[in-house]
C-alpha cells in the first residue's frame, strides 16, 4: 500500500500545471512543476499540499477577483462522485483540490464572500471543512451566516461542510475557541441537518455534537434527549455516535436519554488474579443482583486505575457490555483484561484498583497489584 502522501504525486503536479496552463494566460507550466517535483520526494502529505500552495500564490493573478476565477474554471465539471473521482484531463477532483483550497484558507481572495464562494465550489469535488476555519475565526460574524446559509445546498457534500467545517474541535484543524466557548450559533443549523437524506452528512452532525460533549457535556444530553423524541433509526444512530463520548464516561443524563435508567442493584468484584505480571492478563468476576421491581437496561463498563509515577491513580474506563436485567434477577459476568505493553500507556508496579460504572454509576473498588519483571 503506498504511502498517503503519494496523493500528491508527480503526475498530479504536472496535471495542476497544465490546467492553470489552460486557463491563466503566461501560466510558466514547467517553471511551476519543476521545482515542486525536485524536492517532493523529501516532503510529506501535508508539506506537499502546502508547497503546492504556495507556488501557485506566486503563479497566479495576485488581484483575487481574476485568481478566483481561475481556481473555478480548473475544477472538475463533474461532481458526483467527490473523493472517488481522480483528477484527470477534464479537471482537478479528489486530493487535487486540497492545495487549491489551503491557498484560499491561506491567503484568501479579497472579501471573505468570494473566498467562501469558491470554497463551497471547491468542497463539491473534494473537501474545504480545514479552510473555511481561517475565515470563521478571523470575522464569524461574517463567515458564520454565510456557511449557514448553505444548510439546504442540493449538493451533500455543501451541506457536509456546513458542519463539518464549523466543528469547534475538527481533527487536524484549527481550533475554533469561539465555538468552543459558545456553540450556540451552530445549534439551530445542526438541528436543521440532523435528518438529512445523507448518512455522510449526518455523521458530520454527529461528530459536531461529540466535539461540543467534550466542552459542554450537560448542554449535548439535554440535546440528545430533546432529538430522541420522535426520532427514527437514523436520528438515533445519529445521537449514539454523539453521545459516544459521554456515554464512555458514564454521563447520566445522556444514558437516560437512550432509556438507560439509574441501576437498582448490587454489585460484587471478584477478582480472580489479585497479583498480575506484567504482560498478563488481569481476570476478574463480577456478579449483579438486580433489586428493582421492573426490567433495567444496562450500560456495564469496568475502570481500571492505573498507578502513575507519583503513586496516584489515573482511571480510564472500558467498553464492557449492554443487556437488559430482569427483577431479581443475578448475572455473572466474566472478563480478562490484558496489561501488556502499548504506545499510550507506561506502567508503574504497585497497587492498581478495579470498579465498575453501570448506567453512569460507579459500583466495587478493588486492589490489584502489578509486578514487573
Keep these: 500500500m503506498e504511502p498517503f502522501k503519494s496523493a500528491i504525486s508527480p503526475d498530479l503536479i504536472k ?41 501557485l500564490h506566486l503563479a497566479l493573478p495576485t488581484d483575487p477577483a481574476p485568481r478566483a476565477q481561475a481556481l473555478l474554471a480548473v475544477l472538475h465539471p463533474d ?29 484568501g481572495l479579497g472579501a471573505t464572500e468570494r473566498a467562501l464562494g469558491t470554497l463551497r465550489e471547491m468542497t463539491k469535488r473534494g473537501t474545504a471543512e480545514f479552510d473555511v476555519r481561517p475565515f470563521i475565526a478571523a470575522d464569524p460574524e461574517t463567515a458564520l451566516p454565510i456557511i449557514s446559509g448553505w444548510v439546504d445546498d442540493p449538493d451533500h457534500h455543501v451541506r457536509r461542510l456546513v458542519s463539518e467545517g464549523t466543528r469547534p474541535r475538527l481533527p487536524w484543524g484549527m481550533r475554533l475557541q469561539g465555538l468552543v466557548a459558545d456553540p450556540s450559533p451552530m445549534l439551530s443549523v445542526l438541528k436543521k441537518l440532523r435528518d438529512d437524506p445523507s448518512e455522510y452528512v449526518r455523521r458530520s452532525v454527529a461528530n459536531h455534537l461529540n466535539d461540543i460533549a467534550k466542552d459542554h457535556p450537560d448542554l449535548v444530553a439535554d440535546i440528545a434527549q430533546n432529538w430522541m423524541e420522535g426520532a427514527d433509526k437514523n436520528r438515533e444512530k445519529l445521537l449514539r455516535h454523539a453521545c459516544r463520548t459521554l456515554i464512555k464516561q458514564g454521563h447520566s443524563g445522556a444514558l437516560v436519554a437512550f432509556g438507560f435508567r439509574p441501576p437498582e442493584l448490587a454489585a460484587s468484584i471478584t477478582l480472580q488474579t489479585p497479583k498480575v505480571t506484567y504482560g498478563e492478563p488481569l481476570g476478574f468476576e463480577v456478579t449483579l443482583r438486580s433489586t428493582s421491581q421492573e426490567p433495567q437496561q444496562l450500560v456495564v463498563d469496568y475502570i ?41 500507556r507506561r506502567y508503574y508496579p504497585g497497587e492498581h484498583r478495579l470498579s465498575l460504572r453501570i448506567n453512569g454509576a460507579d459500583f466495587g473498588d478493588e486492589a490489584f497489584e502489578l509486578l514487573m519483571d
Excluded at 79 to 99: M, T, V, Y
Design 15 to 55: 496535471l495542476i500545471a497544465s490546467h492553470f496552463a489552460r486557463v491563466v494566460p503566461g501560466f510558466d507550466a514547467a517553471g511551476f512543476a519543476a521545482p515542486l517535483l525536485a524536492q517532493l520526494e523529501s516532503l510529506e502529505l501535508k508539506e506537499r499540499v502546502i508547497a503546492v500552495a504556495g507556488a
Design 79 to 107: 461532481h458526483d462522485e467527490s473523493f472517488s473521482r481522480p483528477s484527470d484531463e477534464k479537471g482537478l477532483s479528489s486530493w487535487g483540490i486540497w492545495p487549491l483550497t489551503h491557498l484560499v484558507g491561506q491567503h
Design 304 to 344: 481500571v486505575h492505573h498507578q502513575k509515577a507519583d503513586g496516584s491513580l489515573s482511571p480510564k474506563p472500558f467498553k464492557w457490555t449492554t443487556f437488559t436485567l430482569a427483577p431479581a434477577e443475578a448475572r455473572t459476568l466474566t472478563r480478562s483484561h490484558a496489561i501488556k505493553p502499548i504506545t499510550t
